[in-house]
């Protein structure tokens, strides 16, 4: 399997990606990943349904010798999605041709990828949801009918000449499903969505990588570091390497369980995985505001934080793993919040959610 490459990545997969737990990353990070990544179905860790269902329609389309209907792969960042991208490729046995949404921003930039495959090419769009409306409109016919109108000349003399594309399988990969309009999220035959990772899983991500990278690591420290992981494997593979950094200076090189939690301790990610930005949302919910409600401004200002860096980094792991609930009136700390820090909910409980 051979790989190109189109346009530049999303500014969105840097964002934040500096926070040791941001399922984001940036360049760096990719060409970390990179030796990592399973080639085959068989190699790819969790997502068992994702997995058992793509295999049925890759090999089905294989048996009939036809080209596998468009995927769609929908899911949080670092759950595997450009991974299983360049799976499809290389169970299909063809290249693939990478591209993302925000570097598409007039249908001739797609028309040029499009006219430049070859058949059976596999074309994998990340962040698919932020392709600009014109290019949309282009990949609804392309995906569909297997051609692009050119169009030459402009104004009255304009006229459009169809061009008939090789057939090909488009991968599309969105963080958020529910931006894709209904005609384009229409076009996929397969929608898998990939969901976060449980411990078990996240331990054998880990042990599986620390084979890769030649370190030696005890299993219980393997399943300490899942267990802060965040149900996600990029941020499991992180955590290994700033483990494995604090065992090569500080400590014997061999990663054992207490090597693992003192360079946790280092990087600041507790037994839940939270790190500072966390609990700092969640001691100033709990000791400024009495547990809440408050606004996301006014928490957000407390913790020296912009809203939406409170709203879209922090709070979405706090609410899915029920240390902060949503109310009309603000967010609110839960029982399991004030019990994680140590602290005494407020005596009558008005706004205490268990």
């Known amino acids: ?24 990353s940036d360049d760096i990070e990719r060409a970390a990943e990179a030796a990592l ?10 997502q ?27 899911g949080p960042p ?7 991208a360049m799976i499809i490729a290389a169970e299909l046995g063809t290249s693939l ?18 006219s430049s495959l070859t058949e059976g090419e596999v074309l994998f769009i990340d962040e698919i949801h932020r392709l600009a409306r014109p290019a949309e409109e282009l990949l609804y016919v392309a995906m569909e009918d297997f051609r692009v ?29 529910g931006l894709l309009p209904a005609p384009l999220r229409d076009r996929f035959g397969f929608t898998g969505h990939l969901e976060f990772y449980d411990a078990q899983d ?29 149900g996600t494997p990029r941020i499991a593979n992180r955590l290994l390497r700033r483990v494995r950094d604090w065992a090569d200076v500080r400590g014997s090189g061999h990663m054992d369980l207490a090597a693992a939690r003192a360079a946790l301790a280092v990087y600041e990610v507790d037994e839940l995985g939270l790190d500072r930005l966390d609990r700092a949302v969640l001691h100033a919910l709990c000791t400024r505001f009495r547990g809440g409600p408050v606004g996301l401004s006014t928490l957000a200002v407390s913790v020296g934080e912009e809203p939406e860096t409170v709203e879209t980094v922090a709070e979405p792991f706090l609410v899915r793993e029920g240390l902060m609930a949503r109310s009309p009136r ?22 205490l959610f268990s």
């Open 1 to 24: 399997m051979t790989e190109s490459w189109s346009g530049s990545e999303s500014a969105d997969d840097a964002e934040h990606a500096d926070r040791i737990v941001s399922a984001n």
């Open 97 to 114: 041709r990478v591209t993302s949404g925000p570097a598409i921003q007039h249908a001739g930039d797609l028309a040029a990828v499009l």
């Open 202 to 230: 996240l331990e054998r991500v880990i042990l599986r990588s620390a084979r890769l990278l030649n370190i030696t690591i005890d299993q219980d420290a393997a399943a300490e570091i899942a267990s802060r992981s965040r």
């Open 78 to 84: 670092g759950l595997g999605k450009t991974t299983l």
């Open 330 to 351: 603000g967010r609110v700390a839960t029982a399991a919040t004030w019990q994680h820090l140590g602290l005494v909910p407020p005596a009558d409980g008005a706004t």
């Open 149 to 177: 109108d050119i169009v030459v000349g402009k104004g009255a003399g304009a006229s459009a000449i169809p061009l008939s594309l090789p057939r090909f399988t488009a991968v599309g990969a969105t963080t958020r499903a």
């Open 48 to 74: 068992p349904v994702v997995r058992d269902q793509l295999s049925l329609v890759l090999h089905a389309a294989m048996n009939r010798g036809a080209t596998p209907d468009h995927v769609l792969l929908s």
């Open 37 to 46: 990544r399973p080639r085959r179905l068989e190699e790819f860790v969790g």
